[in-house]
């Protein structure tokens, strides 16, 4: 196994986005096997995996971040949305949640309280909502 350590030396490695490729070539090649495209649809899905190895193996660590950065900026407001939408169904009997307007992080607040005004820890922004 150290000729692997040695060849991922200055290597970029696993992040979010390489997951989220893999995630999607996986959704794509189950598609695409549902479809008559064959061998095409395979190609088509094989791509994102082969962004993700390209990636991976990448020794431009700066732009690989800075890539993972701008999936991160679109991926965490959908993220949140789900985890608010879970807690929500989860916990909804004994408290409400509400998104941030700018940055969408989750506040809990206890149902029954009233008319509150909420100051997010994140971004320090205060907004109204009853609970
Ligand atoms: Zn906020």
Redesign the pocket.
Known sequence: MQWLQKFMTGRYGTDPLNFALILLSLVLSIAFAMTPLGAIGSLIAMAPLLVAFLRMFSRNTARRARENRAFMKLWNPIQNWFRWLYLSVRYGKKNRYFL?P??G?IACVPKGTGRVTIT?K??R?KYDKKA
Do not use: A, K, P, T
């Open positions: 941030c700018q940055c992080r997010c994140n971004c922004l």
